[in-house]
């Protein structure tokens, strides 16, 4: 069980009792983590804000299962991103698999996207994404991506297509299923997923 909340410390173990600090602290912390399946856990305290500091890169054989959520009562816990920093990116490994992410908010980012999953068989359900230059970069296999609400990003709100960023050339989105999300522009070129399928999707525009 690993935990991080703005009243914790990076010396800490993250663990329930001694949570830790940072976001990067955080997801290392978990990526690193030997302890059984139901133990690979990083839970962010609801109402709390992390700044993102040096960015985020989860590097090659990230085999999970990873859970990465929210514990307490209130808003969703708040990774704010700086100009040039992404709340997660995976593109720099390969072999990464079984992870989900929910209930969190990711804001910021400015140049850079604001999560970048390259990994088979994920979960992005409950987030609210947006203010990077896209908000959700995906590669993968059989991954499923629902009920997230998604702000404008200037590039692409979601962009899921095997062979656009390094390490993913010889990977493609395929089973892919985005389902039950929101986003607040509609604007075509503002979605693209090859290989995969669009359901029961909101599109509000600008």
Known sequence: YLAAAPTGSDSNNCSQNSPCLTWEKGLNTLFASNAPANGRRLLLRRGDTFNVVVGTNAT????????????GSGAMPHVVQPNGKHGID????SGNSDWRIENIKFSGGGSRPNLIIQADKFLLRGLDVGGGTVCMSLDGIDYLVTGNKISPCPNYNIFAMGGAYTGAEKSVSRRAYVANDSTTDASIHRVSLHHGVFAYNKFTAL
């Open 60 to 71: 090659s054989g990230k085999v999970g299962p990873f859970y990465i959520g929210a514990y």
């Open 90 to 93: 995976s593109t720099q490994g």
